[in-house]
């Protein structure tokens, strides 16, 4: 049985979260069954006690002290208990990385002797967590992780960095997979049921969880995907784009799983960036991978949060500064966005291409329940500016990037982040942005934007992911089924037909770890005449 993975947001919770899963999955499980039955009951109660701690500080509330009372071995297998040794040993590693204070050390270690019965597993927590810091900087003011084309450090200014030399079969079928980076059970039934099509490449819209650490690359995503492949006696290259979560440990791991060629099944087929051009041989279609996260993970941890969890982490002892620099969005934008560099890179590949080109991200363009934009602004009089063409559910700042080439350029757009499948209504537009040439020229209908992120994270019916708060309106008849009141998870099969012939889609999803697909949805996309079809 694998560990269930439970996406944490805030980036101090989700690297501690990272670490608990380094250090339980090292632990020997002793041979003695009442051992045995201890340990496992002691990993349970931390894994639980972790997890609601990860969550009050995601929410920047703390966990109250536990009054004590329980005794011997059984403090270990409390969850209450365990949530509040969480957040004391969190602090104290955070003291140890930062200010590192001796009276601070001293108070929570007289606060521990409460717990008088030791569990050494927080003390490798601590330690794994404080490696991870060291070798992840992100609390230094310095940029993630990042190639850029015109960079001395990334392609030297050749245009054709980050373009995959090997090319798809004219005929080629390509599988899309969000968010599987998990390495659960549930992934793994996703990628197998993706695999039985023999797809020539897999297509990735990014996160592996929780931080993207070195270990959660080799054991939720590379280990996962040789041991799949096998067992499925079929292997293709995976070619993946990094979402938040890979950029909470700064883009290190992502990049050195990338250098070791671990992905490609082929030399030439060797991602170098982390946005990329996959083409077919015929040049009818290209498949253009961007990188969202480097502006998009901010959003996840924005001012507020991160000095509400430094606080947690620091301000209990207010002889303490919380003097940690303040990671900021950059200037004139509020909503993620592509680098200016890696902008002009995909502008100059959908240019130049002769085909058509789907994009793949992590983020979304838009969306009916999150919030991926911003409210238009206001009039003197309070009334909603009629000529602001933001809104709350639609990203405006990418689509003024990209907007000019959607429709016969790009006639399609699959995205992740939202662990859900969402097939949005051709030619999307707010039926009250303003008309004007501006708006029309930079902010073109896509024909198709689809979120696909339901590959393994687990989803409850009364996370109510289909709630619809933004007016942006979905298929009707293309929602997940549901199993035990959870959401199914699946995957997408594209079939290219040659250039100028448009691709056929289909959405597949899975019931719990049974790798049988079952189809939920057929499209074609692009071409001279595209069509789609239901399927009941």
Same mark, same amino acid.
């Given at each position: ?372 934009? $911003?409210?238009?602004?206001?009039? &003197? ?5 009629? !000529?602001?063409?933001?809104? @709350? /559910? *639609? =990203?405006? %700042? ?94 997408? $099969?594209?079939?290219?037909?040659? &250039? ?5 889609? !289909?959405?597949?999803?899975? @019931? /719990? *770890? =049974?790798? %049988? ?20």
């Amino acid at each position: 049985m694998t560990e269930t993975v439970i996406p944490v947001e805030n980036i101090y919770a989700a690297r501690w979260r990272s670490a608990l899963s380094a250090v339980i999955a090292a632990a020997p499980v002793p041979s003695d069954p009442a051992k045995a039955d201890e340990h496992h009951a002691t990993v349970a109660a931390m894994v639980a006690g972790v997890s609601k701690y990860c969550k009050s500080l995601s929410n920047g509330e703390p966990v109250n002290p536990h009054p004590g009372g329980v005794e011997g071995p059984a403090q270990n297998s409390d969850p209450e208990i365990a949530s509040y040794l969480a957040q004391l040993y969190h602090r104290c590693v955070h003291n140890n990385c930062t200010v590192n204070d001796p009276q601070v050390d001293s108070d929570i270690a007289l606060e521990l002797r409460r717990f008088t019965y030791g569990n050494p597993l927080w003390q490798q927590m601590s330690q794994q967590y404080f490696d991870n810091y060291a070798l992840y900087p992100t609390h230094l003011p310095v940029p993630p992780s990042y190639r850029a084309w015109n960079d001395y450090n990334g392609g030297k200014g050749d245009p054709d960095f980050g373009v995959i030399a090997w090319r798809l079969p004219a005929n080629a079928r390509v599988a899309i997979v969000g968010d599987i980076g998990t390495g659960t059970d549930i992934a793994a039934a996703t990628l197998a049921s993706a695999l039985s099509f023999k797809p020539d490449a897999i297509l990735h819209v990014g996160d592996v969880y929780f931080s993207g650490t070195t270990f959660e690359f080799e054991h939720r995503l590379i280990n996962m995907l040789k041991q799949v492949m096998e067992e499925a006696g079929h292997k293709a290259p995976f070619f993946t784009v990094p979402g938040n979560h890979e950029y909470f440990t700064g883009n290190v791991p992502y990049f050195q799983c990338l250098d070791s060629n671990v992905l490609a099944q082929h030399p030439d087929q060797q991602q170098r960036a982390s946005y990329f051009s996959l083409m077919s041989e015929d040049e009818g279609w290209q498949f253009l991978g961007m990188d969202t996260g480097y502006y998009g993970h901010y959003l996840a941890v924005n001012d507020a949060q991160q000095r509400a969890a430094l606080a947690l982490l620091h301000a209990q002892d207010p002889r303490v500064p919380a003097e940690l620099p303040i990671q900021k969005l950059p200037p004139n934008t509020e909503m993620v966005l592509l680098r200016d560099d890696e902008a002009v890179w995909q502008r100059r590949r959908i240019e130049r291409f002769a085909g058509q080109s789907i994009l793949l991200s992590h983020h979304p363009l838009y969306s009916t329940t999150i919030p991926c934009g $911003i409210a238009p602004g206001k009039l &003197a009089s309070g009334a909603t500016d009629p !000529s602001d063409i933001n809104r @709350v /559910g *639609v =990203d405006t %700042a990418i689509w003024r990037q990209l907007g000019r080439y959607f429709g016969d350029k790009v006639p399609a757009w699959f995205w992740g982040h939202e662990h859900n499948l969402a097939i949005y209504q051709d030619n999307y537009l707010p039926p009250d942005w303003p008309k004007n040439s501006d708006v029309e020229r930079l902010f073109r209908p896509l024909p198709k934007g689809r979120c696909i992120g339901h590959s393994a994270i687990p989803v409850a019916v009364t996370e109510i992911p289909y709630a619809v708060n933004n007016p942006v309106p979905p298929i009707d008849g293309t929602k997940l089924g549901i199993t035990d009141g959870w959401y199914n998870h699946g995957f997408e $099969i594209l079939e290219l037909a040659g &250039a100028g012939k448009p691709l056929r889609a !289909s959405y597949y999803q899975i @019931v /719990g *770890v =049974d790798p %049988a697909p079952l189809l939920i949805y057929q499209e074609d996309i692009g071409g001279r005449a595209a069509s789609q079809e239901k399927t009941p």
